[in-house]
């Protein structure tokens, strides 16, 4: 059994793209919640791809100009942000089912195969840390998802040579490469 669904998990995902700023940003957030947002993002990426595909999480620093709003999914304040971006080369979202993809309970899976709470799950979570989403689609080509959390740019504690270039979660070293294992890809 656990072949199969190895074989079957590496069919839908060919490659998987880890990419960092040279200096991420510090954010404050909780490293559970961040996980589960990149978790549910991943695994709707692999569920969008059934004749395998490719998938690019990155971390860049962006800064957000005053009354940017176009796009956006929840309010966003002018500012610094880390975007967590999760981009796959999957089937995309056609636009009749974007404009309910954050709706509790919608889900475009079979009956049994999943909730529909995952999306609605992530808004939450990235609003409750002051952050918002944009999606970009492009039906046959993928769809990508960025979550923008609130830099801390204030002066930081030094940092170890063994988190060096990592975003910082509540003082301690986030990576998503040391994340990626945990989900068994």
């Known amino acids: 059994m656990n072949s199969r669904a190895s074989s079957s998990r590496a069919a839908r995902w060919d490659h998987l793209h880890i990419e960092n700023d040279s200096e991420v940003w510090p954010i404050s957030a909780d490293a559970t919640q961040i996980k589960q947002v990149l978790m549910n993002l991943c695994v709707n990426a692999r569920d969008a791809m059934p004749n395998g595909g490719s998938v690019r999480i990155t971390a860049t620093n962006v800064n957000v100009p005053p009354g940017a709003r ?7 304040a002018a500012g610094p942000y880390v975007c967590l971006s999760v981009a796959d080369t999957g089937t995309g979202i056609p636009p009749e ?51 923008y959390l609130p830099a801390l740019l204030a002066p930081a504690p030094p940092v170890s040579a063994t988190s060096e270039g990592c975003p910082r979660v509540r003082g301690k070293p986030f990576s998503s490469l040391t994340m990626i294992p945990a989900f068994g890809w």
């Open 97 to 147: 089912v974007l404009e309910k993809i954050f709706d509790p309970f919608f889900t475009t899976k079979e009956l049994g195969k999943g909730t529909g709470l995952g999306l609605s799950t992530i808004t939450g979570i990235v609003q409750s840390h002051a952050g918002a989403l944009q999606v970009e689609t492009f039906p046959g080509k993928g769809t990508t998802f960025h979550i």
């Open 70 to 76: 176009r796009g956006f999914h929840g309010e966003i």
